[in-house]
């Protein structure tokens, strides 16, 4: 067979097989093609595996930001809260410390004595004796034997001074003692302290008026405290028969263990500077 003729087939084929594809192709929409159920049963998993790789890819990624996004705003929302706080504590410090200082200044515009403020800075590092160091000293006129108190009462007295601090024995000292008064029946005693927020009120004479819950007071008779000053209230007390004195225990009216601020009572005739 010679080669045109050979071409001539060819082409004969190729144009049969032309009207085949486009035979196939034109039809009843509503009807699978040959051709459409090749793809679709070939493309069709490669297409939904893919689409799944793409959605499984967006959603990781959007949720990757999200969670970025949602760590950033809890960093700053509990910073936020954080300060707040420290605020908020830092306030409530302030309202705590304008109260004792307002019941402070009541006590010290009742006084007919000139008075000093001070700060509680330290306290004896020993712990052998019950001592407090304030921030205030001979600059501020302040001399041994001054009285210190609070808004409570009676604090305790000036045992040293240098230029700029005083060093204060207070009350609950057992090396403290105050000459005092029964407030409701003026009988009297000697305040001694044991070491604790409870003294020992001594030398009560075993006929003196006194009952559980009268009030003790300074009597200004030591010389060092004025006349007047809450010192506790009566807890307990012993009456023994044959004894001389009867056994009288204080609750003292100052917490020691919170003490931040006092008033020093400067004597009659002297002046201070603040």
Request: hydrophobic share 45%; proline share 3%.
């Amino acid at each position: 067979m010679n080669h045109p003729i050979r071409d001539i087939y060819i082409w004969i084929l190729s144009f049969i097989f032309c009207l085949v594809i486009i035979s196939l192709g034109v039809g009843d929409l509503k009807r699978w093609t040959f051709i459409e159920r090749v793809g679709m049963e070939v493309l069709f998993p490669i297409q939904s595996w893919f689409n799944r790789i793409v959605l499984y890819t967006e959603n990781f990624w959007n949720r990757y930001i999200y969670l970025i996004h949602t760590e950033k705003e809890n960093i700053r929302l509990r910073r936020q809260i954080q300060r707040l706080k420290m605020e908020n504590y830092a306030l409530r410090e302030r309202v705590e410390r304008l109260g004792r200082l307002e019941q402070m200044f009541r006590v010290r515009a009742n006084l007919r004595w000139p008075t000093v403020y001070a700060n509680v800075i330290g306290r004896d590092p020993t712990g052998w004796f019950k001592i407090v160091f304030l921030d205030r000293g001979s600059e501020a006129s302040i001399e041994v034997d001054f009285p210190v108190i609070n808004q409570d009462g009676v604090v305790g007295k000036v045992i040293s001074v240098a230029p700029f601090f005083s060093k204060v024995l207070l009350l609950n000292d057992p090396n403290s003692a105050i000459d005092c008064l029964v407030q409701r029946s003026r009988a009297k005693g000697i305040l001694k302290g044991m070491g604790s927020d409870i003294g020992s009120l001594e030398y009560v004479e075993s006929g003196a008026d006194i009952k559980i819950g009268d009030i003790i007071i300074t009597s200004g008779m030591d010389g060092v405290f004025p006349k007047g000053i809450p010192i506790g209230k009566v807890i307990s007390l012993k009456r023994r028969q044959g004894d001389i004195f009867q056994d009288v225990k204080v609750r003292l009216l100052v917490s020691f263990s919170r003490l931040e601020e006092v008033l020093v009572i400067l004597k009659e005739g002297r002046s201070h500077k603040g």
